[in-house]
């Protein structure tokens, strides 16, 4: 992609330069290439809704992709809470999130959602998985009828047990069945090792874009591409979110091994077996194995299950201490989706027959029908079967 190779390019001519050495012509001339190319090719406006962690988080990697390339774009970032998007408009700081961030000047700050989106080419849904359909329903009819959706979102819907593509699609079919040829078309969805606080700070990172085609999965990457984020395009959307949601509910449980202090022996089996079943469930839907080995399975799961900066890690811990699934809302003040996706992923398992253990003993845990020291005699307590069991059914 001509936007990834434009900052590898640019970034080598900055070290020649501190070293005091002029760069080819050859090189010159490939950077303005790369550039014109991404200033024509570019999305006029990219519209990202929610001021959350990731939402502030990604509204900063698309201003940076912004001026590095030199590109007109708008970046718009909406919030619901108008007293705090007046703040940010004034101090370009996201005090609840990241304080003591100052975010880029190019970022616009607003509670009105209208004026977000008129004209968006790529809008970013950065909202909790549970209220995406409540919001599209609210506003997608204020959506540009070539409009591409990006779901940062990472979960299944609670009563349909649908992952966050498929509630778009079904739910702009609805608001603008004019316009619903194209939809699927115009979705895609972001996953990775992608911790908000981290990328905040600007530590070097890489997700995936999934999109039906290629060629829309490379717009979203040309607007996000910098010295700090890498996206990889593909085109398996039902792999990339499974591997994004279930690996929060694998994530709860080796937090849950970490709050009872058990070793890094019970964690790495934790997350092994999890990949296997997040493995089983996202080919039983459709999903590419490859998917699960890349950034969206295995790197954002090492990442999740691995750091205190992950909510639902945090979750886990929390519940490993003593804190009730109910009460977890007074500990923690971001949202842990495993909690409410944990049993959706389960029903899910169930109807494509998937054997599922870890999760299974999760929503146990976060249903009260077993206590966290009862979860490891539970999957240890299962019958013997061979480790390359998750290629099959179960």
Same mark, same amino acid.
């Given at each position: 992609?001509?936007?990834?190779?434009?900052?590898?390019?640019?970034?080598?001519?900055?070290?020649?330069?501190?070293? +005091?050495?002029?760069?080819?012509?050859?090189?010159?001339?490939?950077?303005?290439?790369?550039?014109?190319?991404?200033?024509?090719?570019?999305?006029?406006?990219?519209?990202?809704?929610?001021? !959350?962690?990731? +939402?502030?988080?990604?509204?900063?990697?698309?201003?940076?992709?912004?001026?590095?390339? !030199?590109?007109?774009?708008?970046?718009?970032?909406?919030?619901?809470?108008?007293?705090?998007?007046?703040?940010?408009?004034?101090?370009?700081?996201? /005090?609840?999130?990241?304080?003591?961030?100052?975010?880029?000047?190019?970022?616009?700050?607003?509670?009105?959602?209208?004026?977000?989106?008129?004209?968006?080419?790529?809008?970013? $849904?950065?909202?909790?998985?549970?209220?995406?359909?409540?919001?599209?329903?609210?506003?997608?009819?204020?959506?540009?009828?070539?409009?591409?959706?990006?779901?940062?979102?990472?979960?299944?819907?609670?009563?349909?047990?649908?992952?966050?593509?498929?509630?778009?699609?079904?739910?702009?079919?609805?608001?603008?069945?004019?316009?619903?040829?194209?939809?699927?078309?115009?979705?895609?969805?972001?996953? !990775?090792?992608? $911790?908000?606080?981290?990328?905040?700070?600007?530590?070097?990172?890489?997700?995936?874009?999934?999109?039906?085609?290629?060629?829309?999965?490379?717009?979203?990457?040309?607007?996000?591409?910098?010295?700090?984020?890498?996206?990889?395009?593909?085109?398996?959307?039902?792999?990339?979110?499974?591997?994004?949601?279930?690996?929060?509910?694998?994530?709860?449980?080796?937090?849950?091994?970490?709050?009872?202090?058990?070793?890094?022996?019970?964690?790495?089996?934790?997350?092994?077996?999890?990949?296997?079943?997040?493995?089983?469930?996202?080919?039983? $839907? +459709?999903?590419?194995?490859?998917?699960?080995?890349?950034?969206?399975?295995?790197?954002?799961?090492?990442?999740?299950?691995?750091?205190?900066?992950?909510?639902?890690?945090?979750?886990?811990?929390?519940?490993?201490?003593?804190?009730?699934?109910?009460?977890?809302?007074?500990?923690?003040?971001?949202?842990?989706?495993?909690?409410?996706?944990?049993?959706?992923?389960?029903?899910?398992?169930?109807?494509?027959?998937? /054997?599922?253990?870890?999760?299974?003993?999760?929503?146990?845990?976060?249903?009260?029908?077993?206590?966290?020291?009862?979860?490891?005699?539970?999957?240890?307590?299962?019958?013997?079967?061979?480790?390359?069991?998750?290629?099959?059914?179960?």
């Amino acid at each position: 992609m001509l936007s990834l190779l434009f900052s590898q390019i640019s970034a080598g001519r900055k070290h020649l330069k501190d070293a +005091g050495i002029q760069a080819p012509a050859s090189a010159r001339l490939l950077v303005l290439k790369a550039r014109s190319y991404l200033v024509q090719n570019i999305a006029h406006k990219v519209a990202i809704v929610g001021a !959350g962690s990731w +939402g502030t988080a990604f509204a900063k990697i698309v201003a940076d992709t912004v001026e590095t390339h !030199g590109a007109s774009t708008d970046v718009v970032l909406w919030g619901r809470n108008a007293d705090a998007m007046s703040a940010m408009a004034d101090t370009r700081i996201n /005090e609840r999130y990241f304080p003591g961030v100052v975010l880029s000047q190019s970022i616009e700050y607003t509670a009105d959602i209208q004026h977000a989106l008129a004209g968006a080419d790529i809008v970013v $849904l950065a909202v909790p998985a549970q209220s995406l359909r409540e919001n599209l329903l609210k506003w997608g009819s204020f959506l540009e009828p070539h409009a591409i959706l990006v779901s940062l979102a990472k979960g299944l819907e609670r009563g349909t047990g649908y992952r966050m593509s498929e509630v778009i699609q079904e739910v702009l079919t609805q608001v603008s069945p004019v316009n619903s040829n194209d939809i699927s078309g115009r979705i895609c969805v972001l996953s !990775g090792p992608n $911790l908000a606080k981290e990328i905040i700070q600007e530590e070097p990172t890489a997700s995936v874009v999934a999109a039906s085609s290629e060629q829309t999965a490379e717009k979203v990457a040309a607007i996000c591409a910098n010295s700090y984020f890498r996206p990889y395009t593909n085109t398996d959307i039902v792999g990339v979110e499974i591997g994004g949601l279930v690996k929060n509910v694998i994530a709860l449980c080796v937090g849950i091994c970490e709050g009872k202090d058990y070793g890094d022996n019970s964690k790495a089996s934790v997350m092994t077996r999890g990949l296997a079943e997040t493995t089983r469930l996202a080919l039983a $839907l +459709g999903g590419k194995l490859e998917t699960m080995s890349g950034l969206a399975g295995m790197g954002d799961l090492i990442a999740t299950c691995s750091s205190p900066l992950s909510r639902n890690h945090m979750a886990g811990k929390h519940l490993a201490q003593g804190v009730s699934p109910e009460d977890l809302g007074t500990v923690m003040t971001q949202t842990a989706e495993s909690v409410k996706t944990a049993p959706v992923v389960a029903e899910l398992a169930q109807r494509h027959g998937i /054997e599922m253990p870890i999760t299974e003993a999760v929503v146990a845990v976060l249903q009260n029908r077993i206590t966290v020291d009862e979860l490891a005699p539970k999957l240890l307590g299962r019958a013997l079967k061979s480790e390359s069991a998750h290629l099959s059914r179960s």
